[in-house]
């Protein structure tokens, strides 16, 4: 028997995250897991969406600095993990999550340069030992992944950032993959057929392991 898990998928603008979350969740059902919410990050509850579009604004003269965007994500983040996923956890469902921490320590470490031990202090402050069971990291060239973005709708306040700050935000999610077990990481600048396939192919293999 398998018990429900909380698997959360990763990546930079225009990694194709929205096609993965679909794509895990169509396996899941494949495999009779037919109980399956999709959230995103941030947003998903009332509050975090209205946080989703406070971050995504941008003002003309009050410029949004980091450790108020940190905080923001974290908001957005417990208000989501506390009302919705972590219930559904307990109801037995499974949940895939479009983005999580990891995003945090990726954009707001990697890229807007905030310390490690400050973001690692809050996640374990507020998430405590509540960690994904499996993340899956959509590996993408910035170039490509902005490129993407770009085509599908005028990029908002984190996406019009630099290329730079993406290589820096790329470079913390390829040290993380290094450092943990639980996360795949798929080449994303494929295009969508293969990726598909090769998300199947590695969940299916995850499933296939998780006999409790
Ligand atoms: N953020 C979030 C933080 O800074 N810190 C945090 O802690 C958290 C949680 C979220 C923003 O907030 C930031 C990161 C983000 O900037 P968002 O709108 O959710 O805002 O941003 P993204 O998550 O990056 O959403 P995107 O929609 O840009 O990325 P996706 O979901 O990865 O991309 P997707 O699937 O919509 O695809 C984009 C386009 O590319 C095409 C798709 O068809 C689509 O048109 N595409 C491909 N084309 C060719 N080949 C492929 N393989 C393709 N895959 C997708």
Not at 139 to 147: A, E, H, Q, T, Y
Not at 187 to 200: K, P, R, W
Request: charged share 25%.
């Amino acid at each position: 028997m398998q018990k429900n898990k909380f698997i959360v998928i990763e990546g930079l603008e225009g990694a194709g995250k929205t096609n993965a979350c679909i794509c895990i969740k169509n396996i899941l059902n494949e495999y009779n897991f037919k109980d399956v919410i999709l959230v995103r990050q941030p947003g998903s509850t009332p509050i975090a969406e209205e946080i989703r579009e406070l971050i995504q604004k941008k003002f003309d003269k009050d410029n949004l600095i980091k450790e108020t965007e940190l905080l923001l994500m974290y908001a957005a983040r417990i208000q989501l993990v506390k009302t919705i996923i972590k219930p559904a956890l307990k109801n037995g469902k499974w949940v895939i999550s479009d983005r999580h921490d990891l995003s945090s320590l990726a954009y707001q470490g990697g890229g807007l340069g905030i310390k490690k031990t400050i973001i690692t202090k809050l996640q374990s402050f507020f998430l405590e030992d509540f960690i994904p069971d499996l993340t899956v990291y959509l590996d993408v060239s910035p170039k490509i992944g902005l490129k993407r973005a770009l085509k599908r709708n005028p990029l908002d306040l984190i996406e019009s950032r630099s290329l730079q700050f993406f290589k820096k935000v790329r470079k913390i999610y390829l040290q993380q993959i290094k450092l943990n077990k639980n996360i795949i990481k798929i080449n994303a600048n494929l295009n969508m057929q293969t990726v598909s396939e090769n998300i199947t192919k590695q969940i299916s293999n995850w499933l296939n392991k998780q006999v409790i």
